[in-house]
Each structure stands twice: as structure tokens, then as C-alpha cells.
């Protein structure tokens, strides 16, 4: 098998820095003083790279990641035996059995594949029941094979190479943005760029990166209004965008525009053009200007006027990967983007005043604020937090990282309790904390699941953290539960009530399902060495995206040409 280099620099705009031959012509033996001031200049640049390349490049062996082909990716890479007896022990599962847990989640994500490849080609979903194609509002009346794109990095995770292979062909043939479809700006960002620009950095193939910044031009436009806050769709082909109609009178919403940074910091690195870059950080200026009541971030933002609209703030929809973008930007920046960090922890300390209590059965949960009143009740999305927070544990302020870690933990058993108190072990949409109630949903329109990840993406994130093994038993059995109830002949369905112990299904495989939901359970019973958390960090649609100061360091010129262009167009 061929090891396919994985950032090849062919086809990246670097300048010519050496002096070719015109510059030294051959018929004079001596250079002139200006041409010897220039050599020199270059020389004295170069020493100094050498040198600040010496003593600013991190640890050689914790990137791997850019010495490992196909092959070392593929290969499951066990922890060290004790550890591995320790966890499966607690499974109540025989050592024999040691890849039995990573061969269920990938025979899981064969069956979905296979499904969706021979009933839904090429629509964006697949209808499981029904087994034909599927397709959302947020696609707009597009046909984009979202499914194939925000399968690509799993499929090369797990091993799967001809599917791989299958969907990249698709890709180069058939993924054509010129389309008159109006869509979710932020969908198509977390799920089509982040799913592209990850499948570029894990296999080195040039046609991601080229779809990906093709995909986000005609992403640009939606940033024209008056204050530069995007909208929250625009027509690919005409580039006029407009928000939802229910959004507090046609807001932008807060976990849209401003769950774009981790992509657009990676197109600009990419293509060399700022314009992606100086988008998010617009967005970014703008908000720290702002009052913020009580300091709380509100849902909603109306992008003509530059004001909030409801007093609404969440950690769930709405408002959950705002949050969760502003400790990735310090953590793709190699912790260099303090700023981001800064108003990360500014953000959090509020919440935790505001929005985070103790249930009287002593269940931790994030309610909802909705101007100035605490909603006792938690969304099945507001679970991503638990990852959230022990992620952002190192590097709190105060020292208060063991405190995180904590709240994390105590996120991740509320969520867990969610799934252990209904009948299929599976969890509802929302869940509340009032009249006696605990962690169990109330509202028929709230009890069901659709095959989403949050909750076995905190314990993943809980597990590279602790290595405690109930994070693995809880996976496991989140695992034999969509098995069972969510597994059909024609792929995986949602089902519409979890109470209820004969479920009727809402016939929809999610792309987030083959995206997140198999590759976090992949994860877990994977390696700490598959993706280590310090050299990638992962978009909301679980899209594995390199670290990036690290990373530049790791591209010489090409790193060096992005400083400098950086520095130019920016300050
Ligand atoms: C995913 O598309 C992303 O995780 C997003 O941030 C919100 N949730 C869905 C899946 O539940």
C-alpha cells in the first residue's frame, strides 16, 4: 500500500524566496554591495528561522502525525496491556476478545455505509425504512451526498478503504456546489468543509482541499450585511442570503455564525487568503464590544442592527458550539490565541453562575436561560459539555482544572443517567429537573433519540481525560442499545420515543450518525495514540483538524509564508 504524504505542498501558493539566476547574472566572478546586502539579508533570515525553529518546535515524537501513512492509522494501537485487561475486565469481557469493541463500531459504520450506498447515493441522507434518499431543510433542494462527505474521515479511520476510495471518486465526479440551493451556512460549514479539510489532512488528497475552498466561496457572500454577522443561509447560486423566520425577527443565532473560526483559520492557512480569516475575526471583535447580560451570551443577534434579540442563552441548540469554538481556537492555536481562551473562561464562569445546578437527587445539570429565568431542563446537544469542559480543564484560570474535570465527570453521569432511565437505554432529546422529576423527559415531542452523539462524545473526551473504564461500559452500552433498537435492514433509524419498549422509527439515518456518533464510540475503544488530542482537535461535526501553530512551524516556508501574510493583512 502506498503511504500517501499527508500535506503535500504541491499546488500551495509559496513565493520564490531563493534568487534564481537572473538575479546573479554569470559574467561578473563578484557581486556588487547591494546584491551582497541581499544575500546577506536572506542568510541572516534564515539563521534566524533555524534557530527560532530549534527552540519554538515542539517535541518531534508528538507529531506523528506527519510521519504515519495509511497503514499506522488503521492499525489499532492498544494501550498498554494492564490498562486494556482493566477496562474490557470491567466489561465482564474476555482479553480474546480485545478487538471485538472496535470491530462493532465498524461493522456498524458498514452496515450504515452500505445502506446509505445502495439506497441514498448521492442524496445528502438516507430514509432507512423507506430505503430511498433524504434530504433537510438545511440542504437546501440540494442532492450534495452530505453523508458521503461527512463520512469520508471515519471511513479512513476505521480501515475502510475501498469505501473510501468509492466516496472520494464520488466527490471528484459528481460534488458540484454550482447549485441553486439555499442553505444552512453553518451546517454546510461544520459537516462539508470541516468533513473535507479533514479527509485533505488524514489522506493528502489535493480534491478535498480544492472542494472544500470551493465551498467556501460560495459560503462568502452570506457574510454581506451590515454588521458582517453572517446569515444564516444563502443560495449557493446567488449568493443572497436571509435567516430563519422564527429566529427572534430574523436574527442571526449565536452557535451559527459563530461556530466558523476552526474551518476558515484552516482555509486561509490553505489558500494563503486572509478574507476567511479577517470573516471570523470580525465576528469575534464585534461580540467583545458588546454588553452581555448578567455575562451571558444571548441565542440571538440581529446582523442589520448589531443588537441581541431574546434574552435567550443555552449550552444546548442554539448556543452550544460558540462555546465550544472558543477553547478549540486557543487549542488549534497551539494555545497561543489567549484571547480566545480569555473570553472562553469569561464565558464558562458565567454560566456556571447562571445556568448549572444541582438536582435535589444531586444530578448536575445546565439549564436554559430565558430572560432572567433558569428553565430547569436539559437538551440531549447540551451533553457535548461534559467533553467540553474537561478539554478546556488544563489551562483554566485559577487552577481550577481539577474542578473542571469534575464537572465534566458529573455532566457525563446526569447524561448517562438520561440513557439509563428509559427503556431502550437510549436518550431523550430533553430532559428536566423539576416536580420530582430527574433526567427523564416529560413532553411527548421531547422523548426521542436520532442517532445523536453528544453524550458518547463526553464519555470519549472523558475517557482520553480519566482512563476511568465506566466511560467504556457506558459506550458499550450505548452501543448495544442502537444496535438493537435503531438498527434496521436498510441502515440505522432514529426512534421516536425511548419510554416506550416498541418504538415506532422516524425512518432518518443522520450524516452526524456515521460523522460523530460511530466515530466517537470508534474512539473510545480505540488508542490514546489514534489522533492524540494534543496534535488534532476535533470541529463540532467531529472532524479532526491539526493544530495549527505547531503545524505551521512543521510547514517551513509555507508556515512562514502564512505569518507573514497573517501579520499583513491583519494588524
Ligand atoms: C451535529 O451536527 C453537530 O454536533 C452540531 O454542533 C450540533 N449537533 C449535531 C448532532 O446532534
Not at 142 to 167: N, P, R, W
Not at 402 to 411: N, R, S
Not at 491 to 496: A, D, L, R, T
Amino acid at each position: 500500500m502506498t503511504t500517501p504524504a499527508l500535506l503535500p505542498l504541491s499546488g500551495r501558493r509559496i513565493p520564490t524566496l531563493s534568487p534564481g539566476a537572473s538575479s546573479f547574472p554569470h559574467h561578473r566572478a563578484t557581486l556588487r554591495l547591494s546584491e551582497k546586502f541581499i544575500l546577506l539579508l536572506i542568510l541572516s533570515a534564515f539563521i534566524t528561522l533555524c534557530f527560532g525553529a530549534f527552540f519554538f518546535l515542539p517535541d518531534n515524537s508528538k507529531h506523528k502525525r506527519f510521519d504515519f501513512g495509511l497503514e499506522d492509522v488503521l492499525i489499532p494501537h492498544i494501550e498498554s496491556e494492564k490498562e486494556y485487561v482493566q477496562s474490557y475486565k470491567y466489561l465482564g469481557t474476555i482479553i480474546d476478545d480485545k478487538l471485538k469493541f472496535e470491530a462493532n463500531c465498524a461493522a456498524m459504520m458498514k452496515h450504515a455505509w452500505d445502506s446509505y450506498r445502495q439506497y441514498g447515493w448521492g442524496h445528502n441522507e438516507l430514509k432507512p425504512i423507506a430505503k430511498k434518499g433524504h434530504s433537510t431543510n438545511i440542504f437546501g433542494n440540494s442532492q450534495m451526498g452530505a453523508t458521503i462527505v461527512d463520512a469520508l474521515d471515519t471511513l479512513y479511520i476505521m480501515g475502510l478503504h475501498d469505501e473510501f476510495k468509492d466516496a472520494q471518486e464520488w466527490i471528484e465526479q459528481n460534488l458540484d456546489f454550482s447549485v441553486n440551493a439555499e442553505v444552512s451556512v453553518f451546517e454546510v460549514n461544520i459537516r462539508f468543509i470541516g468533513g473535507l479539510l479533514a479527509a485533505y489532512y488524514l489522506s493528502g488528497q489535493e480534491v478535498f482541499k480544492v472542494k472544500a475552498v470551493q465551498l467556501a466561496e460560495k459560503l462568502l457572500p452570506a457574510f454581506n450585511t451590515p454588521t458582517g454577522i453572517p446569515w444564516a443561509m444563502v443560495n449557493l447560486k446567488s449568493g443572497v442570503g436571509r435567516n430563519w423566520g422564527w429566529a427572534s425577527a430574523g436574527s442571526s443565532i449565536l452557535a451559527e455564525f459563530g461556530t466558523l473560526h476552526m474551518e476558515f483559520v484552516h482555509l486561509t492557512y490553505l489558500t494563503g487568503n486572509p478574507a476567511y480569516y479577517q470573516k471570523v475575526m470580525h465576528i469575534r471583535k464585534l461580540l467583545a464590544k458588546m454588553d452581555r447580560p448578567n455575562g451571558l451570551y444571548p441565542n440571538y443577534l440581529n446582523p442589520r442592527t448589531g443588537r441581541w434579540g431574546q434574552h435567550h442563552t443555552s449550552v444546548g441548540g442554539l448556543g452550544d458550539s460558540f462555546y465550544e469554538y472558543l477553547l478549540k481556537a486557543w487549542l488549534m492555536s497551539d494555545k497561543t490565541d489567549t484571547e480566545a481562551r480569555k473570553t472562553y473562561d469569561d464565558a464558562i464562569e458565567a454560566i456556571e453562575r447562571h445556568l448549572i445546578r444541582k438536582s435535589n437527587g444531586g444530578l448536575t445539570f445546565i439549564g436554559e436561560w430565558k430572560n432572567g429565568h433558569l428553565e430547569r431542563k436539559m437538551g440531549h446537544l447540551t451533553c457535548f459539555a461534559g467533553g467540553m469542559f474537561a478539554l478546556g480543564a488544563d489551562g483554566s484560570p485559577d487552577d481550577k482544572a481539577g474542578h473542571y474535570l469534575q464537572l465534566g465527570a458529573e455532566i457525563a453521569h446526569t447524561c448517562h443517567e438520561s440513557y439509563d432511565r428509559t427503556v431502550l437505554k437510549l436518550g431523550p432529546e430533553a430532559f428536566k429537573f423539576d416536580s420530582g422529576l430527574e433526567a427523564v423527559a416529560v413532553r411527548q415531542n421531547e422523548k426521542y433519540y436520532i442517532l445523536r452523539p453528544e453524550v458518547i462524545e463526553t464519555y470519549w473526551y472523558m475517557w482520553r481525560f480519566t482512563h476511568d473504564p465506566k466511560y467504556r461500559q457506558w459506550g458499550w452500552e450505548a452501543v448495544q442499545a442502537i444496535d438493537k433498537y435503531c438498527r434496521v435492514s436498510g441502515g440505522f433509524s432514529g426512534v421516536k420515543d425511548v419510554y416506550s419498549s416498541n418504538p415506532t422509527y422516524d425512518d432518518v439515518q443522520q450524516s452526524f450518525f456515521l460523522a460523530e456518533t460511530l466515530k466517537y464510540l470508534y474512539l473510545l475503544f480505540s488508542s490514546d495514540e489514534l489522533l492524540p488530542l494534543e496534535n488534532w482537535v476535533f470541529n463540532t461535526e467531529a472532524h479532526p483538524l491539526p493544530v495549527l501553530m505547531s503545524f505551521i512551524l512543521h510547514s517551513g516556508w509555507a508556515g512562514v509564508w502564512f505569518c507573514i501574510t497573517m501579520n499583513q493583512h491583519l494588524k
